[in-house]
């Protein structure tokens, strides 16, 4: 997969493509199913595949306060959209030029004079272009004057409810991860590099690695039962901290894990964090002593989860 990053870096035009459009947050089992109808498409046309996405969301860009938590990083989706083999990833920056391109601007300007689009899958309430104003019938027509075609979208449903990311977050504020991991086809999990932390938890007997997950809000916040997968083929089980860290007055969010039994020096490995069960919300204390109990009494109740659940 080729990544694309801005319209700018697309020097040269493609000779015809086929693409779709859309967050991708996740990569869920449905969107998992339309990019199987894109590469289908792809094959039968003998044209490359093309995913197009936007960062940061059009919704953050335009109501951040509002904007849903985000089920994966920019990087997970990038990772995981290279491993299902389409050819090219065009990921767009959302700012207030791009904002104010017409549907019809976004249509020739995209579409036509740089992707030479010969095909379209999207779904029936795409909506695009300057205050939304374009929508599928306007694809429909353009793609009859400008000789593209343009195909719907298939909704794929499980236990009679269309899949989609805002099910699966609810999934996870729910502490479903069964469900989860049901829509997603696979664990639901953040990943990232060990970054150095303020060395607080080795202080408090507690030492844990740290993943920096930015600065948009995930969907998952708290205190969770995971395994930690990515050292050395093993996997391993700990208590992760989701969050700002409010006790130490944090800044961004931050993916901390105590591992269970292990005390190795591991900075700059990539890791996966497999979620699996949530113990409590974040929480602020009024002193570190307080804080240390309470990770205390978070990694008793991690460890009677794990023999419960595990052999």
């Known amino acids: 997969m080729k990544l694309i990053r801005g319209l700018h870096n697309l ?5 015809g493509c086929v693409a779709t459009i859309g967050n991708f947050d996740g990569l869920h089992l449905g969107h998992q199913h339309i990019i199987n109808q894109l590469k289908a498409v792809a094959e039968r046309y003998e044209l490359p595949s093309v995913v197009i996405l936007f960062e940061p969301q059009p919704v953050e860009f335009f109501d951040p306060e509002q904007a849903p938590r985000r089920l994966a990083r920019l990087r997970d989706k990038i990772t995981r959209l290279a491993a299902m083999n389409i050819d090219y990833l065009l990921c767009l920056n959302f700012n207030e030029a791009l904002a104010e391109l017409s549907a019809e601007d976004f249509i020739q300007t995209i579409l036509i004079d740089k992707l030479r689009l010969r095909h379209l899958v999207i779904g029936d309430d795409f909506r695009f272009g300057k205050k ?3 929508d599928f019938d306007l694809l429909k027509c353009s ?3 400008y000789g593209f075609d343009v195909e719907n979208s298939h909704t794929l449903l499980i236990d009679g409810e269309r899949v989609s990311s805002t099910r699966i977050r609810r999934c996870l504020a729910d502490n479903d991860f069964v469900m989860a991991r049901q829509l997603l086809d696979r664990p639901y999990s953040l990943s990232g590099r060990i970054a150095h932390g303020k060395k607080l938890g080795r202080e408090l ?8 997950m930015g600065h948009r809000q995930i969907a998952v916040e708290g205190i969770f039962a995971v395994l930690v997968k990515g050292i050395d083929n093993r996997i391993l089980r700990g208590v992760a901290s989701i969050g700002t860290r409010p006790t130490v007055d944090g800044v ?8 269970l039994n292990f005390n190795e020096q591991i900075y700059g490995r990539c890791v996966e964090v497999e979620i699996l069960h949530k113990i409590r919300d974040e929480e602020r204390f009024d002193s570190l002593d307080i ?3 309470k990770i205390a009494e978070d990694i008793d109740r991690a460890i009677a989860y794990f023999d419960e659940h595990f052999e």
């Not at 007997?205 to 920096?212: M, Q, S, V």
Request: charged content about 20%.
């Open 11 to 15: 020097t040269q035009p493609l000779q």
């Open 132 to 134: 939304r104003s374009g």
């Open 143 to 145: 793609g009859e004057k």
């Open 205 to 212: 007997g507690y030492p844990t690695i740290n993943l920096r």
């Open 252 to 259: 961004g969010t931050i993916l901390e894990v105590y591992i």
């Open 291 to 293: 804080l240390k109990q």
